[in-house]
């Protein structure tokens, strides 16, 4: 009897483990479910959510940039600016494309994303410094900056992965593209895992149902 009653005991507490374990599971799945949708509806909209890089690139590893313009330029490296807001769903879009543009090019272009509301529209810079690029008024905005230092792009406005690529490649001695590049997703992840969140989960539905659209 004594027995009896300790193995229904036992039963009973992994009985109740296994339904808190469950519940956990479920709390989890519906969240992450959540968060994924919210990243999919920011996407489309003016609204702040967060660093764009971060939330919809995964990609952390882009902001704060790692090397400035003159250092760049001493080095005989390229530089691609992109000047952004936060709440700008063009910029939220682009970040995805300088994303994959990193994934190609991260050792021969210095890639630096510029948050317009850290620079101040009434200062004056010099020409070695990437803030004085900035137009002052639109994002996205784009420049391209040689070895020399000499703008080859100037731009205003989303661009896409080969409107972007096509100005880079004479730059590192590449021949044009004879077929367009096929990007469905973010090549460049600034960890192992961090494709696997659900910011990158709903970045890949999002893109996937858009390539899904007729035009």
Not at 44 to 61: C, H, P, R
Not at 164 to 184: A, F, K
Request: charged share 20%.
């Amino acid at each position: 009897m004594i027995f009896s009653l300790k193995g229904r005991l036992n039963w009973r507490r992994i009985w109740q483990r296994f339904v808190s374990v469950w519940l956990i599971m479920v709390c989890l799945y519906s969240y992450g479910a959540w968060q994924s949708q919210s990243a999919i509806a920011g996407i489309k909209d003016d609204q702040y959510d967060g660093n764009i890089f971060i939330l919809y690139a995964s990609n952390a590893g882009l902001i704060p940039p790692k090397v400035n313009l003159v250092t760049a330029i001493q080095k005989h490296i390229p530089t691609l600016l992109m000047f952004y807001a936060d709440d700008s769903q063009e910029c939220k879009q682009n970040a995805i494309v300088l994303t994959q543009l990193q994934a190609q090019y991260k050792k021969e272009i210095n890639f630096m994303p510029m948050m317009v509301d850290a620079i101040d529209r009434q200062r004056s810079y010099e020409t070695t410094d990437a803030r004085h690029y900035y137009n002052g008024q639109y994002v996205p905005h784009f420049v391209l900056v040689d070895t020399t230092g000499q703008v080859v792009l100037d731009h205003v406005g989303k661009m896409s992965f080969s409107e972007l690529d096509e100005p880079i490649r004479p730059l590192l001695g590449l021949e044009p593209r004879t077929e367009p590049v096929v990007l469905d997703k973010p090549l460049f992840s600034p960890s192992p895992s961090a494709d696997q969140t659900f910011f990158g989960e709903a970045l890949r539905i999002f893109q996937e149902q858009k390539q899904e659209t007729p035009n």
